[in-house]
Every structure is written in C-alpha cells, then in structure tokens.
C-alpha cells in the first residue's frame, strides 16, 4: 500500500509502522522536492529507510530515547530554509 | 484470393482501472489502482494520504484526560476501544487499579462495540455483494445494539465509558439496564442466527464469495495481518487470552479455514454469539461496589505502550507522560495490517470481485490515516 507526501511537506509516520522487528518508535519524512513522493506502507523493517532514501526523501527515524518533538522542529526549520530558497 | 500473411497475434493490453480518490462504490476516500489483463487483476495499488487530520499532533501536550478523550474521536465505529486503550496506557504507566466491576462494564461497552462493528461489516459487504436485503437485515440487527449503547453511553457513536481509573458513573450499569441488555441479547441471538442460517443455505450468495480473495496463511503473517481477517486464514490468535481484564471470562477463539470472502463473513457471523456468551456472562457475574478508583496520583512516566482486541484486530497506543501532559501518541490502528492484505486479495480474481476483495478485510480507512501534517509550530 502506497502513502502520498506531497511536495514541500513534513509528516511523521508513528501510526504506520508495524514495530514488531522495528527499533525505531516512529520515523519523521521530509519531501524537500518539487514532486509529490509515494512511499511503502506499512513500515516493517530497517531495510525501508535506506531503499526512501534513495527516492529522495530524508528519513529522520525517532528512537525510544529521543525527543520526537524536537527532531521534528529541527526537520521543520531545515524544510522551511528549502522553501524560502525555492 | 491473396493470402493474409499477417501472423495471427492475440494482443492482451494491460488496462488500468482507477478508483477514488472518492468513488461511490467506497465508503471513504482511498485510491485503488487495479491492473487488469483480460479482466483478472495482477497488480493493485491502494494510496491513502489524503485525510490528515493529526490527532496525535492535538493530543501534544494535552493534559491526560483530555488527550484520552480526544483519541475517541479517532473512529466513528470502535470510538470506545480508543478511549479505553488510552485509559489503560495511562493506566498502565501510573500502576492503576481499576475497580472489578468498571472493568466488567467497560467489557460489555466494548463488546457491544465489537457486535456492533460485525453487524456493520455485514450489512456493508451484503450491499457490496449487491443483496441489499441482507444489507438492511444486519443494519437492523445492529439497531437492538446500538440503543444499548445509547442506553449505557448516553450516544449513539461515542459513549465515553472509560476515564483512568474506572467508568464515568453515567455509564452504571442499574438492575433495568441489566435487564434490557439480557433482553437485547436474546433477540440479537435469534435475528444473528437466522440471518447466518438464511445467508448459507443461499447458493446464488454462497457462489458469489466462496474462493474469492484469498488470503493464504504465509501472506497473511508476512503482512502482519490481525484481528478476525487473520483468525480467518486458520490461525488461532486473540489478544484478548492474553489480556489480563478477560481472565474471568470463558470464550472460544473462532476460525475459519479458507481466508476467502466466505471465510471473513463467516468468521464475524460466527464470533456474534461468543460475544455476546461474554456479555451474558459479565451481566451474570457483574461484582459489585465502586465503579472508579479515585485514589492515583499523576507522575512522569517513560514511553508507555498498550496492545488490546478491538473489533478489527489489534489496536496500538502509546505515549509518555511528562507534568501530567502527554507527550509523543502514536496510536496504530488495525486496518493499518490489514489493509496490506487487501492489495494481496485483489490479485488473481477479477475485476468485479476487487471492491469485494477489499471490503472483506473490515477497512476504516479514515481512522487509520492520521499523519501529522504541522502548519505552524
């Protein structure tokens, strides 16, 4: 099953991650492109974050010890500066 | 007479059928692309994406309770398996003792809820199999459910049973309300059983779904499938043997051999009456005393996490609590594995069987789609 992130857009996929054999809680996606980006739903390995990479996303995974809330500040801010350039 | 030297080729053109964003024939707004050679689809794509609503970005922040009632809004359908996973994460985190009796009422809220979801599925796949007869039969079965809702919630749709530490005390279950669920029971059994008895013995139904989107055992636990479509492929797994709030409770796992449209129906028909067995027995065994435990105190926790039995499978809730407020929800819905399954149903039936195919697997696509999409910080 495919998720649209559009273009320019920020999200966090907690609520789609099948965490069995998964050692992140949650995984913020950033499409900094001009072009909306379809990606693989469910999330059930580590082996999904390399193969988003390549298409372009940047992929921030959230692990039990970190601060979602900060990372995705930090994420938010970079995405901003893009969009200014653009 | 010249001969017609061509070769003779028998071009098969793969054709895509597209459906949604929004499309009459689905209830919520979800993209279905079927790849259709010689009307058998090969390939399906399903998107969703397109309803953000960031309810676990609202819940940022919010006080527990609040946040707890706010996850009721997640879904129109299991809105009381929400606030109860909620309550039970805080719960859970805070070392709360819920009191027997609120915890036998938050059962019977729950599995009416559950009823009433398989009345709903019902009623849904006989009008996507196009016998609007056994449409409106098991939206009239789910009616006696729906007023004991009402009954014990005071709605319809969200009742809002569950606070931490017990039952909110509008929701106590008095001697004539026992008596009208004991009632209500006895006539959902009757109309349960002669709608199954009536659904089977019907050939023109039963040929229409028999060997249709199956979903083999392998494919159903690589896509981590759960709930009543997983039980359907033969396996025998129910969160609630597991959970500590059914210890007291007697009920039978159900299963159905074949994964295919028939087995997911059956399977619902089927798990009517032991649900409704457990609500006799919590009305049957209901202890008494208080109905909410008052006496807790709030501190800061580490990530919590919460697995329950909803009607669709199994729901997922999680948050820490920090002065009180809750901090990074995540909540995982059940249509979230087993939507993975529909796309595998599609494959191999034909194209007039896909929307069937897909309905089988129990969607709610609007309370699994709840991405963050942040604005403004």
Request: hydrophobic share 40%; glycine share 6%.
């Amino acid at each position: 099953m495919k998720f649209v992130v559009r273009a320019h857009h920020i999200v966090s996929l907690g609520g789609y991650i099948v965490e069995r054999n998964f050692p992140y809680r949650n995984i913020i996606l950033v499409n900094k492109s001009d072009e909306p980006i379809k990606v693989e739903i469910p999330v059930f390995n580590e082996k999904w974050i390399d193969e988003h990479r390549d298409l372009g996303l940047e992929v921030i995974p959230v692990g039990e010890g970190d601060s979602f809330l900060s990372l995705f500040r930090k994420a938010k801010a970079d995405l901003e500066l893009v969009k200014l350039e653009n | 007479m010249t001969e017609d030297k061509r070769p003779i080729k028998q071009e098969i053109i793969e054709t895509e059928v597209a459906m949604g964003t929004v499309h009459p024939a689905a209830l919520e707004p979800y993209r279905v692309r079927l790849f259709v050679e010689d009307e058998i689809v090969r390939d399906a794509e399903i998107t969703i994406g397109v309803n953000h609503r960031g309810i676990e970005r609202i819940m940022e922040g919010l006080p527990v309770e609040k946040a707890n009632a706010l996850t009721e809004k997640v879904c129109g359908i299991c809105s009381n398996a929400h606030i109860w996973n909620s309550v039970l994460t805080a719960e859970k985190g805070l070392g709360i003792d819920v009191p027997e009796r609120a915890n036998y009422i938050r059962i019977i809220v729950e599995e009416l809820e559950r009823l009433h979801s398989h009345c709903l599925y019902l009623a849904h796949g006989c009008e996507v199999l196009g016998h609007e007869t056994f449409s409106m039969r098991a939206f009239y079965l789910r009616e006696t459910v729906m007023e004991l809702l009402r009954m014990i919630g005071g709605n319809r749709v969200q009742y809002g049973a569950s606070i931490i530490g017990g039952v909110r005390p509008r929701c106590e279950l008095t001697e004539m309300r026992i008596q009208k669920l004991a009632e209500g029971m006895n006539t959902l059994e009757k109309g349960i059983l002669d709608f199954a008895d009536r659904f089977v013995s019907d050939p023109i139904v039963m040929s229409r779904i028999e060997g249709i989107g199956v979903i083999t055992q392998k494919q159903a636990k690589a896509l981590e499938v759960s709930g009543p479509t997983l039980r359907a492929t033969g396996i025998s797994q129910d969160l609630r043997a597991t959970m500590k709030e059914y210890d007291d409770f007697d009920f039978n796992i159900v299963t159905q051999d074949d994964g295919d449209v028939k087995s997911n129906i059956l399977m619902r028909v089927l798990e009517i009456p032991e649900t409704i067995n457990i609500i006799r027995q919590a009305i049957k065994n209901l202890p008494k005393g208080p109905i909410v435990n008052r006496s807790w105190e709030m501190f800061d926790c580490d990530t919590i996490k919460s697995y329950i039995e909803v009607p669709r499978g199994t729901l997922y809730h999680s948050y820490a609590i920090e002065d009180g407020r809750v901090r990074g929800s995540i909540i995982r819905t059940p249509s979230m594995s087993n939507i993975g399954a529909m796309q595998t149903a599609c494959i191999g039936d034909h194209v007039t069987d896909a929307q069937l195919c897909i309905v089988q697997c129990d969607p709610c696509f609007t309370c699994t789609d709840r991405a963050i999409k942040i604005i403004k910080i």
